[in-house]
Structure formats: structure tokens, C-alpha cells
């Protein structure tokens, strides 16, 4: 199976995870027409009340009451009654398969592997990092290739590929799912809804958003409406994970599963909807935001009950004269023209929204009395007045704007702490080496001293400063400077962890993380000779690039101690003459690795590909041992062996050879040549190893 894997924040629920006998629901009409429905009352509770029910599939029938199978027919040889990713068992029906506990990851490594209803999603673990960094951000992959923040694996003209989400959509507009729309007739339920990637959702054909308050039973054409718990992302926050709640009879929050949400340029939103874990539930649609599609462009949609929305101008604040964009005095832009504000009443709350607007660190201080010069223009607001919780300066309040009694060396000043920037790493992955590079000069409020950094051993320091970045080294080896080598059917991966310190901090401080990983091919016939693809998902992720896999060479020797190797160009033998086939590995771990010469066969064309061959070696043996001996092969990283040459092909044109090999790691599994397929570490690209061209001449001239 394949699904788009999930990056980062997923969590579960029981009831999603498989078909388990007998199911809540809200109404007895999710029951399977082979189920028993009994209502699930509490003491003294009517049967009249608002109360849920219990599914349980009769005598004879398997399953989780929504859905029951026929025990006797589903239990019979080559009877298929479950869906994909599901397997079949007599007692609970249809139940999840969990492809997560095969002896083979499905998911490369470093990625570890999740179970999902039906399927499995690959996630990147988590170590310690920055601790401000969001916990809801999400990040997707895309087979092989990890998506930006703030894009999803979407299949777009049959082909999967990382896109933004919200350019790729699926408009829902129902009038049932509006909160204004009252329950009565049809009861609708989204758990029977086949849903694939991202949706908009409309009403009447005006875009609208999921409520973020509590919607009560029995609406939106249904009988729990489900709304966003947690609040919608801002543009600049990329995919976050946001909570759903449905309305039932233990309250607003009866049942509650995580979506993924994304917020759009233009005042709109996409949700990744899934399967809800019962019927009946659907998601509902807020009229209330109709007026949001309204907003222009500079304005936002804002509303302080969630119930009541309105576009709203928001006035921007910059500093001015001070050391940095984050002090200064602050200077409001309202009717076109930028002015100043006065300082009564000025204090550490008002500097605090300010600093927030601005983007800037934590507030340090609020000066008065024109500390950083007078400005000029109108002074637009006088006696402000703020929580310190507004979003935006002009929200908190004030005398109203230009009614003021000051003059500009009363203008007010803000000192907030510059924000420090991400630390964005390089990665270069080689056959040799893993270098991991920061910038030499990191500023803000948490700088980090990025020459103070080690590996997994603290005593791994090693550096080197090139044209402003600061480089890390460390082998490609297992076990050196603390690399961990894990292995499997696809990938072998060195995964290793820079940590840096703060700067100008001698106490104790928790070191910031920067995991990253070399991650080289299993598959030899998977080209893997392609660049560095670096990517920074987050600071609670690694840093992954791939590397080429190793080098080969193949010579052919004149005699059989291997010790005289023809000289490069054509080579002219006699038939029936023996070619003595030498091959060689340059690979960092010799003491891990062996070589493997998996398929050698003959052409009479430079093409390895060319569908007439005569092969000489196949599934690590040889095709006939009257013609070909080998005589060393998964030992070390060399092989030899010697073959016969007759005209395969029944004429005298040129011959070409050509070997396909493959990387053992001798330390997880055995390398001997038995004649079967053994997946191992790639040490070439799709194109096998070639030696020619080789003439014949018959015997005697």
C-alpha cells in the first residue's frame, strides 16, 4: 500500500485503528442490517433522551456492528470479503492489517514506521531541539523525496509529487453542514465518505471556514456536528495538526480525532479530512464566516466570540532609531501617513503587543520621554491602554486617534529582544564522508555558538570554517563519532547528531539538536550516482541526504594469478582462451562489506540491457561450472573468477562483458554465493560494469 507519509504529529484512536466487536453510535440507523442495536442508558436515564447506542453483529455475522460479514462465507478458502489493508479474522470481522510489525519495515530508515486504518504512514522521529518550535507543524513525504513545509504529496495528473495544497483542492459545499441548518429528516454521516487529500468548504457557493466553537446536537444534518477544537493555522505557519470535536451527550468534546489544516492567501482555508471513527458525525461549516470571503487584500478576518466575524484593517507599526528593527521608537501607519504615540500610559503591556505584531522576541522594556529622538507627523494615539494580549496596537485602548495632549518628546520607545534566526544546516553525503555545515555567525535573543558544536561523542570537535560556514566531518563508518548504521531491505543509513550550544552562556543549558542522516541504495538496480538532496524539515527533524553508491572497477587479467592486467582498449583472445575476471570495491568499511558479483553476462554491443545475452553468471552462480569457476566472491571487496569464451552467439563479432554487482554487509547477514536473489548494498548505478570490446581469432592464427 501506499499513502502520503505524515512528517511529524500524528496520533490515534482506538476506535480507528481496526473493527472491534461492537461499536457506539449515535443512532441505531448506523447499525449493520445483521446487527442488534441496544441503547446505552445511564441509571434512571429515558429511553425518549438523547443517549447513544451499542452495534453488535448477531449470531453467525462477524464484525464491528456497522459493518458484519457472513462468518461462513468470509471464512472460506480464497474468499475475499475485506477491503485493502484489511485481513480477516472469524471473531472480529475485517480487522486492520499492521504492516508495521512485518520483520521488514516497510519505511526506510531513519523514517519509522506508523500504523494507519488500512494502511501505514512513515514518520521522521523526534529529538530533543528547540523547544518554541511549533509541536502542530506537519511535514509530508513524497516516495523519496521529503516535501517543504506547507506541502503534501498530492497526485496531480496520475503522478505523485509535493504541492502546495492550497493550490490543489476539492470544493465541499452542502447546505446540510451549516450551522444554521437544523437536524430533522435525513441524518448524514462522513465516515461513509471516501475522502482523498484536501477540501475548501463552501456554502451557497461562498467560501467558508469550520466553526471554532462548540455547535450543539442535532445540527448541521446530523446528529454530532464536528468543529476545530484547536485554532486555525495563520499563512506563515504552513500544514499544522488541529483537533476535532463532536457534540454529543458527554458535551462538546465527545469524541475528538486529529485533521490536518492549512490557512490560504485570500482569507480561506484547506482541511485534510478523514474518516470519522463513528456514525453518526459529519463536519460542519460555519455561515457565520461567509463575510470573510468579503476581506480584501490587507485585511484579516477576526472575531473575538467566534460567532460574530467582520474584516478588520489592521494598521502596521514599525520602530525607528534604534540599533535594530526590534527598538525604536514606535511609529503607527493609519490614513496614509505614518506618526507616533505618546507615551502616557505607556508600559510593558503595550510593548508587548507591539513586539508580538512586529514578529519580534520577548519585550525587555518600554521607554518614555522620547528616549530614541522625536519623531515627526501626527502623534495618532494617546493614554493607550493594553492587555497585552491584542494582536495589534490599534486594538487596545485609547483616547482616539490624533486627540491627544503631547508633543513629540513624549513619543514613545519599545526594546524587544531580536529574534534569533533558524540555524539551517547543510548536508553533503559522500562515499567517504558525512559533512554537516552551519553558518559561522548566528544572531538573536538564543544565538547559538556554532563553533562550539559535537557529534553523538562529545569528543568528535573537529571543524573547519569555509567562506562563512562552519563544517563538521565524520566517516561514513558505523560506530565512529557515535554513528548509528541501520539497515534494510532498501537503504543502509548513518545517521548521526550535531548538538550546538548557546553563545555567551557559561551555565548549565540543554544543547540544540541538528539530527541528520546519509541514507545510501540497497537496490542495485536503482541508480543511486544522482546529487545531494539536502533538505531542513524542522528543527525536531533530521537533516537526510542521499550519497552515491560506491565505486567499482572490473580488469581483465592475462593470467590466472590475477597479478597482470591487460592494458585498456580492445583485447584479442583466442577461442576457447580463459578470461580472468578481476573486480574491485573502493568502499570505506572493508572491514563490514563484501563484494558480490550478482549476473555477468556476454554481448555483441556496449548495451548491458541488449535482451540477447549469454549469461555466464546468474543469481550469484554460475550458469554452467563447465565454463565458468569462480574463485572468490562475497569474501572481501574483491571478486575473481574465470570463464571460457566460445562463440555464444555462433559468429566472431566483438564481445562485450558485462557484471552487475551488489554491496553484503557481512556483520547482519551471510554473504555466501547461494544461488538466489540477496538485496545488498549498491555499488553502482542501473548500468552494469563493461569490459570490452574482446575479439576472437580461431585457433592457429
Same mark, same amino acid.
Given at each position: 500500500m501506499?499513502?502520503p507519509?505524515l512528517?511529524?504529529?500524528?496520533f490515534f484512536i482506538?476506535?480507528l485503528?481496526s473493527?472491534v466487536s461492537?461499536a457506539e453510535?449515535?443512532?441505531?440507523?448506523?447499525c449493520n442490517?445483521?446487527?442488534?442495536?441496544?441503547?446505552?442508558l445511564k441509571?434512571g436515564q429515558?429511553?425518549?433522551?438523547?443517549?447513544?447506542?451499542n452495534?453488535?453483529c448477531?449470531?453467525?455475522?462477524?464484525?464491528?456492528?456497522?459493518?458484519?460479514?457472513?462468518?461462513?462465507t468470509?471464512?472460506?478458502?480464497r474468499?475475499?470479503?475485506?477491503?485493502?489493508?484489511?485481513?480477516?479474522s472469524?471473531?472480529?470481522g475485517?480487522?486492520?492489517?499492521?504492516?508495521?510489525s512485518?520483520?521488514?519495515?516497510?519505511?526506510v530508515a531513519?523514517?519509522m514506521?506508523?500504523?494507519?486504518?488500512?494502511?501505514?504512514t512513515c514518520?521522521?522521529?523526534?529529538?530533543?531541539a528547540n523547544?518554541?518550535?511549533?509541536?502542530?507543524l506537519?511535514?509530508?513525504?513524497?516516495?523519496?523525496k521529503v516535501?517543504?513545509?506547507?506541502?503534501d504529496?498530492?497526485?496531480i495528473?496520475?503522478?505523485?509529487?509535493?504541492a502546495d495544497?492550497?493550490?490543489?483542492?476539492?470544493?465541499?459545499?452542502d447546505a446540510?453542514?451549516?450551522?444554521?441548518?437544523k437536524?430533522?429528516?435525513?441524518?448524514?454521516?462522513?465516515?461513509?465518505?471516501?475522502?482523498?487529500?484536501?477540501y475548501?468548504m463552501?456554502l451557497?457557493?461562498?467560501?467558508?471556514?469550520?466553526?471554532?466553537?462548540?455547535?450543539q446536537?442535532?445540527?448541521?444534518?446530523?446528529?454530532?456536528?464536528?468543529w476545530?477544537?484547536?485554532?486555525?493555522?495563520?499563512?506563515?505557519?504552513?500544514?499544522?495538526?488541529?483537533t476535532?470535536?463532536g457534540?454529543?451527550?458527554?458535551?462538546?468534546c465527545?469524541f475528538?480525532f486529529?485533521i490536518?489544516?492549512?490557512?490560504?492567501?485570500?482569507?480561506?482555508?484547506?482541511?485534510k479530512?478523514?474518516?470519522?471513527?463513528?456514525?453518526?458525525?459529519?463536519?460542519?461549516?460555519?455561515?457565520?464566516?461567509?463575510?470573510?470571503?468579503t476581506?480584501?487584500?490587507g485585511?484579516s478576518?477576526?472575531?473575538?466570540?467566534?460567532?460574530t466575524?467582520?474584516?478588520?484593517?489592521?494598521d502596521p507599526?514599525?520602530l525607528?532609531g534604534?540599533?535594530?528593527r526590534?527598538?525604536?521608537r514606535?511609529?503607527?501607519?493609519?490614513?496614509?501617513?505614518?506618526g507616533?504615540?505618546?507615551?502616557?500610559?505607556?508600559?510593558?503591556?503595550?510593548? =508587548?503587543? &507591539?513586539c508580538? $505584531? /512586529?514578529? !519580534?522576541?520577548?519585550? @525587555?522594556?518600554a521607554?518614555?520621554?522620547?528616549?530614541f529622538?522625536? +519623531?515627526?507627523g501626527?502623534?495618532w494615539?494617546?493614554?493607550?491602554?493594553?492587555?497585552g494580549t491584542?494582536?495589534y496596537?490599534?486594538?487596545c485602548?485609547?483616547n482616539?486617534?490624533?486627540?491627544?495632549n503631547?508633543?513629540?518628546?513624549?513619543d514613545?520607545?519599545v526594546i524587544?529582544e531580536?529574534?534569533s =534566526?533558524? &540555524?539551517v544546516? $547543510? /548536508?553533503? !553525503?559522500?562515499?567517504? @564522508?558525512?559533512?554537516i555545515?552551519?553558518?559561522?555567525?548566528?544572531? +538573536?535573543?538564543n544565538?547559538?555558538?556554532?563553533t562550539s558544536?559535537?557529534?553523538?561523542?562529545p569528543?568528535?570537535?573537529?571543524?573547519?570554517?569555509?567562506n562563512?560556514?562552519v563544517w563538521?566531518?565524520?566517516?561514513?563508518?558505523?560506530?565512529?563519532?557515535?554513528n548509528?548504521?541501520?539497515?534494510?531491505? =532498501?537503504?543502509?543509513?548513518?545517521?548521526?547528531?550535531?548538538?550546538?550550544? @548557546?553563545?555567551?552562556?557559561?551555565?548549565f543549558?540543554l544543547?540544540?539538536?541538528?539530527?541528520?542522516s546519509c541514507?545510501y541504495?540497497l537496490?542495485?538496480?536503482?541508480?543511486m550516482?544522482i546529487?545531494v538532496?539536502?533538505y531542513l524539515?524542522?528543527?525536531?527533524?533530521?537533516?537526510?541526504?542521499?550519497?552515491?553508491g560506491?565505486?567499482?572497477?572490473?580488469?581483465?587479467y592475462r593470467?590466472?594469478?590475477?597479478?597482470?592486467?591487460?592494458?585498456?582498449?580492445?583485447?584479442?583472445?583466442?577461442?576457447?582462451?580463459?578470461?580472468?575476471?578481476?573486480?574491485?570495491v573502493?568502499?570505506v568499511e572493508a572491514?563490514?562489506f563484501?563484494v558480490i558479483v550478482d549476473e555477468c553476462?556476454?554481448?555483441?554491443t556496449?548495451?548491458?540491457n541488449n535482451?540477447?545475452r549469454?549469461?555466464l553468471?546468474?543469481?550469484?552462480?554460475?550458469?554452467?561450472p563447465?565454463?565458468?569457476?569462480v574463485i572468490e566472491?562475497?569474501?572481501?571487496?574483491?571478486?575473481?573468477?574465470?570463464?571460457?569464451?566460445f562463440?555464444?552467439e555462433?559468429?566472431y563479432?566483438?564481445?562485450?562483458?558485462?557484471?552487475?554487482?551488489s554491496?553484503c554487509d557481512?556483520?547482519t547477514e551471510s554473504?555466501?554465493?547461494?544461488?538466489?536473489?540477496r538485496?545488498s548494498?549498491?555499488i553502482s548505478?542501473h548500468?552494469?560494469?563493461?569490459i570490452?570490446?574482446?575479439?576472437?581469432?580461431?585457433?592457429?592464427?
Amino acid at each position: 500500500m501506499t499513502a502520503p507519509q505524515l512528517i511529524l504529529g500524528l496520533f490515534f484512536i482506538t476506535a480507528l485503528t481496526s473493527y472491534v466487536s461492537g461499536a457506539e453510535v449515535t443512532s441505531c440507523e448506523a447499525c449493520n442490517k445483521w446487527a442488534s442495536c441496544t441503547p446505552i442508558l445511564k441509571a434512571g436515564q429515558a429511553i425518549s433522551s438523547q443517549h447513544s447506542s451499542n452495534c453488535s453483529c448477531i449470531k453467525g455475522f462477524s464484525g464491528d456492528g456497522m459493518s458484519c460479514y457472513n462468518t461462513t462465507t468470509c471464512s472460506a478458502a480464497r474468499a475475499s470479503c475485506c477491503p485493502t489493508g484489511y485481513g480477516w479474522s472469524p471473531e472480529k470481522g475485517c480487522v486492520d492489517i499492521d504492516e508495521c510489525s512485518a520483520l521488514q519495515s516497510p519505511c526506510v530508515a531513519p523514517l519509522m514506521c506508523v500504523n494507519m486504518p488500512g494502511s501505514f504512514t512513515c514518520l521522521l522521529p523526534q529529538v530533543n531541539a528547540n523547544p518554541a518550535s511549533n509541536p502542530r507543524l506537519v511535514q509530508f513525504s513524497c516516495g523519496q523525496k521529503v516535501c517543504n513545509l506547507g506541502q503534501d504529496c498530492i497526485t496531480i495528473n496520475g503522478i505523485p509529487r509535493c504541492a502546495d495544497p492550497c493550490q490543489h483542492y476539492t470544493i465541499l459545499d452542502d447546505a446540510w453542514r451549516s450551522t444554521d441548518f437544523k437536524t430533522n429528516g435525513t441524518l448524514h454521516c462522513d465516515m461513509g465518505v471516501n475522502w482523498q487529500g484536501w477540501y475548501r468548504m463552501y456554502l451557497g457557493g461562498v467560501s467558508v471556514q469550520m466553526p471554532e466553537r462548540c455547535i450543539q446536537p442535532r445540527m448541521c444534518g446530523t446528529d454530532s456536528p464536528l468543529w476545530l477544537k484547536t485554532p486555525h493555522p495563520v499563512n506563515s505557519e504552513g500544514v499544522v495538526q488541529g483537533t476535532v470535536c463532536g457534540s454529543w451527550v458527554e458535551g462538546c468534546c465527545n469524541f475528538e480525532f486529529p485533521i490536518d489544516v492549512k490557512a490560504c492567501p485570500g482569507n480561506y482555508y484547506v482541511y485534510k479530512f478523514v474518516k470519522p471513527p463513528l456514525c453518526f458525525l459529519a463536519y460542519a461549516a460555519d455561515a457565520n464566516t461567509k463575510v470573510c470571503s468579503t476581506c480584501r487584500e490587507g485585511t484579516s478576518c477576526v472575531s473575538a466570540d467566534k460567532i460574530t466575524w467582520t474584516c478588520q484593517t489592521q494598521d502596521p507599526v514599525r520602530l525607528s532609531g534604534g540599533r535594530n528593527r526590534c527598538e525604536g521608537r514606535v511609529e503607527l501607519y493609519h490614513n496614509g501617513r505614518w506618526g507616533t504615540i505618546c507615551d502616557d500610559d505607556w508600559n510593558m503591556n503595550a510593548a =508587548t503587543v &507591539v513586539c508580538r $505584531q /512586529l514578529g !519580534c522576541g520577548k519585550a @525587555l522594556a518600554a521607554p518614555v520621554n522620547g528616549r530614541f529622538g522625536p +519623531g515627526s507627523g501626527p502623534i495618532w494615539m494617546d493614554n493607550t491602554q493594553c492587555l497585552g494580549t491584542e494582536a495589534y496596537l490599534v486594538e487596545c485602548k485609547h483616547n482616539g486617534f490624533e486627540n491627544h495632549n503631547c508633543g513629540h518628546y513624549e513619543d514613545a520607545g519599545v526594546i524587544c529582544e531580536e529574534p534569533s =534566526t533558524a &540555524v539551517v544546516p $547543510q /548536508l553533503v !553525503c559522500n562515499r567517504t @564522508l558525512m559533512r554537516i555545515g552551519v553558518p559561522a555567525v548566528h544572531r +538573536g535573543s538564543n544565538a547559538l555558538n556554532t563553533t562550539s558544536g559535537h557529534l553523538a561523542d562529545p569528543t568528535c570537535v573537529a571543524q573547519r570554517e569555509e567562506n562563512g560556514t562552519v563544517w563538521y566531518e565524520v566517516q561514513s563508518r558505523a560506530a565512529v563519532c557515535g554513528n548509528v548504521l541501520k539497515i534494510n531491505s =532498501t537503504h543502509a543509513v548513518y545517521s548521526n547528531t550535531l548538538f550546538l550550544f @548557546l553563545a555567551n552562556s557559561s551555565v548549565f543549558s540543554l544543547p540544540t539538536a541538528f539530527p541528520f542522516s546519509c541514507v545510501y541504495p540497497l537496490d542495485s538496480r536503482i541508480s543511486m550516482d544522482i546529487a545531494v538532496r539536502p533538505y531542513l524539515s524542522m528543527q525536531e527533524m533530521g537533516l537526510v541526504g542521499v550519497g552515491p553508491g560506491a565505486r567499482a572497477s572490473m580488469s581483465l587479467y592475462r593470467n590466472a594469478n590475477f597479478t597482470t592486467m591487460y592494458p585498456a582498449g580492445p583485447v584479442v583472445l583466442p577461442v576457447g582462451a580463459p578470461l580472468h575476471v578481476g573486480v574491485n570495491v573502493e568502499e570505506v568499511e572493508a572491514s563490514r562489506f563484501a563484494v558480490i558479483v550478482d549476473e555477468c553476462s556476454i554481448t555483441d554491443t556496449p548495451n548491458p540491457n541488449n535482451p540477447e545475452r549469454y549469461l555466464l553468471i546468474q543469481n550469484r552462480c554460475p550458469s554452467d561450472p563447465r565454463d565458468v569457476l569462480v574463485i572468490e566472491n562475497g569474501v572481501s571487496l574483491q571478486a575473481r573468477f574465470t570463464a571460457l569464451l566460445f562463440l555464444y552467439e555462433g559468429n566472431y563479432n566483438d564481445m562485450f562483458l558485462h557484471c552487475r554487482l551488489s554491496l553484503c554487509d557481512r556483520t547482519t547477514e551471510s554473504c555466501s554465493t547461494k544461488c538466489q536473489t540477496r538485496t545488498s548494498r549498491s555499488i553502482s548505478s542501473h548500468k552494469s560494469l563493461t569490459i570490452g570490446p574482446i575479439s576472437w581469432t580461431k585457433e592457429g592464427n
